[in-house]
């Protein structure tokens, strides 16, 4: 009987630790998302700008820039 409790108490335990586990999961992926977010907003406009750069430079060479794209 003794040995019936005792594993109950233990099962109960490791599903508490799954949950906890859980926790920690959710927190780190938060956390490297706001990670990314932040080098996006940090460093998008630079990035967007050496594109731009280099399609008016393509632009300007008499080379024809590819379909789709938008340089003004």
Do not use: H, W
């Amino acid at each position: 009987m003794l040995n019936y409790l005792n594993n109950m108490f233990t099962m109960r335990r490791r599903d508490n630790d799954r949950g906890a586990s859980a926790v920690e999961y959710g927190l780190l992926v938060a956390g490297i998302a706001a990670v990314i977010v932040a080098v996006v907003f940090t460093f998008g406009g630079k990035i967007k700008n050496i594109f731009d750069d280099t399609c008016q430079t393509i632009a300007a060479n008499g080379t024809a820039p590819a379909a789709g794209t938008n340089c003004t």
